[in-house]
């Protein structure tokens, strides 16, 4: 007498499976939509990078005086981006304002404030700070 082998998974090892997965993604959406989110916001100091070296060169040559220097002293580019509605300066401060991104984050601002060395007349640094935006979504600098 022979037994017969068994040719596929049970009904209940089938459900066991289809469970694991569904508890996989339920934890995975939303980690990877917030991922989604931080990744737009990070295209936001992208598109602030160029503005940077404007208002540095502005500052440099224009008699290092930060409170001069506004969006139109900067020369930068202000046009709206899928992901930004609004790109301005003022005191070589550059501030854009996040849109199309989600809840959490849409209409907050990313701000750079240089750190200006007077006595040679060059921006060394900038601070990038956030408003309005949850810090989840924050690049790490600007939190």
Do not use: H
């Not at 609004?86 to 996040?98: C, H």
């Amino acid at each position: 007498m022979q037994t017969k082998k068994q040719a596929g998974f049970t009904l209940i090892e089938l459900m066991i499976v289809v469970a694991i997965v569904g508890i996989l993604a339920a934890v995975a959406i939303p980690a990877y939509q917030d991922y989604i989110k931080r990744s737009k916001v990070s295209e936001l100091l992208g598109a602030m990078a160029a503005c940077k070296t404007s208002v540095s060169e502005t500052y440099s040559s224009n008699g290092n005086n930060l409170g001069s220097i506004d969006t139109a002293a900067s020369g930068c580019n202000t046009t709206a981006t899928q992901y930004m509605s609004q790109l301005a300066v003022s005191s070589g401060v550059i501030t854009v304002t996040a849109t199309n991104i989600g809840t959490g984050v849409d209409n907050g601002t990313l701000s750079l404030t240089p750190t200006e060395d007077t006595t040679n007349g060059i921006v060394t640094d900038w601070t990038c700070s956030s408003s309005n935006i949850g810090t989840q979504y924050v690049p790490s600098n600007c939190r």
